[in-house]
């Protein structure tokens, strides 16, 4: 079990030792301990007419809801941009604009945040997001906003769907220059804006003279709800009316995955163009934007990696007669959570739960050192029952399905006879209910912890 120390959680105490022989596996029994829905789920985020658009899922629980939040949207320097004051109400999802909250991404940074919080400060919610472009010809582009995962500010963030495109060029053309945004707007039109967007940060952050190695993170999300939670889920299969008989069976199957890339390059020159970027209102602002001509470069560094993994799994029913139980219960939940190294395809961590009564849960943990692939993988299915004959003076049944995940991974470039080059970080938590406190670590700490011991 995740337990607190004074100064040390779960993962730091079993570091040496495990580091050593390259793994650590942490277990956690399945316990009954108070779980409960997270207060606030932020299951997208978008740019609609212009402005930053979030739509947030209160949780069923009123007791867990403070009276008052704050949706605060934050730039790639951390300042706030926008904000909106919301009074929650249980079970509602609301759609939230924050008007001015994407403000010159070219010069604060394309990786941004929104959070939602207490009035007193506490985070209930935190979602980062990319913004990029969308053109719609070769001078006019609108800004868009899609959900992220977290990074360190050396890391250039890339679209799965860029980052091939890019491989592709890359692979056909060598060490011969090119122009970036030139040859992927040949090959992939529609990805025009995003490489404008990629090509202006790829020079902020990365490349100067000579081959120069720098990291990219990317990542993917299936979610069968519709949501940006990707491997995460709240499967909930009840009764709606007391006095109507009802039957369901919802099914889920969901994944996410985080990959880190040392990509190197060497810079020929940069060119600048002037694009007119669409504001509310029909504004449109001329922007100066950098495009890079380079080559690509083998160089003499490699990266070397270290992953963490955690899952949580937790499966709660209720059949109609609790004395004594149906033959067939009419309520039940099933949970099943795996977790892979790069493309494997035997999962590191691998638990399934079933719940006909009660409740069943999972907490487990894994962390390698010194890894060769920078991808981290999790898949989930989940299942939640019930059938309800409407008659109210009976137990009304119910199945639930739900799950948590972490990926993180750090990169380090190993550079011979320079020793070790740039470090690059990325992950990516979603959670759907809270873990019990003071019992085990919150998916956020667990995370924190491993790159403090690294």
């Not at 070769?138 to 679209?159: D, F, M, N, W, Y």
């Not at 990219?216 to 709240?234: D, V």
């Not at 977790?339 to 009660?358: D, F, M, Q, V």
């Amino acid at each position: 079990m995740h337990r607190r120390s004074p100064r040390a959680s779960w993962l730091r105490a079993l570091t040496l030792s495990s580091f050593a022989v390259g793994g650590l596996f942490v277990a956690a029994p399945a316990h009954a301990a108070e779980t409960r829905e997270m207060p606030a789920t932020i299951v997208n985020v978008s740019m609609q007419d212009g402005e930053l658009t979030a739509r947030i899922r209160w949780s069923a629980e009123s007791k867990s809801l403070p009276g008052e939040v704050e949706v605060l949207s934050y730039d790639g320097t951390e300042k706030i941009t926008a904000g909106e004051r919301l009074s929650p109400k249980a079970g509602e999802e609301v759609e939230v604009k924050l008007s001015g909250a994407v403000q010159e991404p070219w010069e604060t940074g394309w990786a941004q945040r929104l959070v939602v919080r207490e009035a007193q400060g506490r985070e209930l919610a935190s979602q980062p997001y990319d913004v990029s472009l969308a053109c719609e010809d070769e001078k006019t582009c609108q800004l868009t906003a899609a959900p992220g995962i977290s990074a360190s500010r050396e890391v250039l963030h890339v679209s799965n769907a860029l980052q091939k495109t890019l491989g592709a060029i890359e692979k056909e053309m060598g060490t011969k220059q090119f122009d970036l945004v030139r040859e992927v707007a040949r090959r992939e039109p529609s990805l025009y804006g995003e490489a404008l967007s990629y090509a202006h940060g790829l020079i902020k952050i990365g490349p100067a003279e000579g081959c120069q190695c720098s990291w990219e993170a990317s990542y993917s999300r299936t979610n069968s709800s519709g949501t940006s939670l990707g491997a995460a889920h709240n499967l909930y299969s009840r009764p709606l009316s007391q006095n109507k008989p009802s039957n369901a069976r919802l099914t889920t199957q969901d994944s996410s995955r985080v990959t880190l890339t040392l990509h190197c390059t060497s810079l020929a020159s940069i060119l600048t163009q002037e694009f007119g970027i669409r504001q509310p209102g029909g504004l449109v602002k001329p922007v100066r934007m950098l495009q890079p001509v380079y080559s690509t470069c083998a160089g003499t560094c490699s990266g070397r990696f270290s992953h963490f993994g955690r899952i949580t799994g937790k499966t709660t029913a209720q059949s109609t007669t609790p004395f004594p139980p149906p033959t067939i219960p009419n309520g039940s939940a099933m949970e099943q959570s795996k977790y892979h190294l790069g493309n494997g395809l035997s999962p590191l961590l691998n638990e399934t739960r079933y719940a006909p009564t009660g409740d069943q849960e999972f907490d487990r943990g894994i962390a390698m050192h010194n890894v060769s692939s920078g991808s981290g993988y999790v898949q989930t299915s989940g299942e939640a029952f019930h059938a309800y004959n409407g008659n109210a003076s009976t137990w009304q049944p119910y199945g639930r399905a739900q799950g948590n995940y972490a990926i993180a991974v750090q990169g380090v470039a190993v550079c011979p006879g320079e020793g070790l080059g740039p470090m690059g970080r990325a992950f990516d938590i979603q959670s759907t209910y809270t873990l019990p406190e003071n019992e085990v670590d919150s998916m956020e700490k667990s995370v924190q912890d491993f790159f403090s011991i690294l």
